[in-house]
Every structure is written in C-alpha cells, then in structure tokens.
C-alpha cells in the first residue's frame, strides 16, 4: 500500500519560512518522479515543484522560482519543500505526489499518487 504522508504545513508572517516533508513508504520509489502541488480555495490544483529520486533533478513553476526548494532524502524516503519569503498568494493546502513518469513533469493529471495534502497560511 502505497503512501505518502506531509507535515510540516502551519500560520506563518508574510515573508516568513517553512518546510514540509513527505514520507513515503509502500514501494521502491528510485524511478519515480515526486512533485509538490498546492491546491487554493476555489482554485485549480497547481504544481510547485519535481525532484527525481534517482538524481535529485528539480524543476520549478515560475511562481514559486527562487525561494522554493525541493529536495529529498533517499535514505529517510522523505521528500522536502523549503518555502522562504513567504507571501500571502502562497496559501494553500500543498500535496505531495509521485509519478512513474521522468522528465519535467507538471501535470497532476500524470502523478499516481497522492498525500492527504498540509495547510499552509501566510499572513500579511
């Protein structure tokens, strides 16, 4: 049984940091792709970031360029997102997801796993 867990979510100032992690577990990982999504109210799911297990590769949308980092833990099966210079656009619920597939991958229609996702709220 394939999950993914997250924590780490919570209130922070506008300008402020956090960092979630992901533990996943149920399978062998090293060929998947994981990516963090993020999900506001009454808005579409968006993607944030990928790494590969297998490289440590990253990718990152353009909002979030430049004070997102992710980054993962082969040995703990933990995938982070270090979020600094907070802003208040960045309030969402954030999932983590893993996908079979390689490459630049941003879709969520292309993940085949999900977490039950961290609330993360930023005050102006």
């Known amino acids: 049984q394939v999950q993914l867990v997250e924590s780490g979510g919570g209130l922070v100032q506008a300008g402020g940091s956090l960092r979630l992690s992901c533990v996943a577990s149920?399978?062998?990982?090293?060929?998947?792709?994981m990516g963090w999504f993020r999900q506001a109210p009454g808005k579409e799911r968006e993607f944030a970031a990928t790494?590969?297990?297998?490289?440590?590769?990253?990718y990152y949308a353009d909002s979030v360029k430049g004070r997102f980092t992710i980054s993962r833990d082969t040995a703990l099966n933990t995938v982070y997102l270090q979020m600094n210079s907070l802003k208040p656009e960045d309030t969402a619920v954030y999932y983590c997801?893993?996908?079979?597939?390689?490459?630049?991958?941003?879709?969520?229609?292309?993940?085949?796993?999900w977490g039950q996702g961290t609330q993360v709220t930023v005050s102006s």
């Open positions: 790494t590969t297990w297998s490289d440590g590769s990253t």
């Open positions: 149920g399978r062998t990982f090293s060929r998947y792709t």
């Open positions: 997801a893993a996908s079979i597939y390689g490459g630049r991958v941003n879709q969520p229609s292309d993940y085949n796993y």
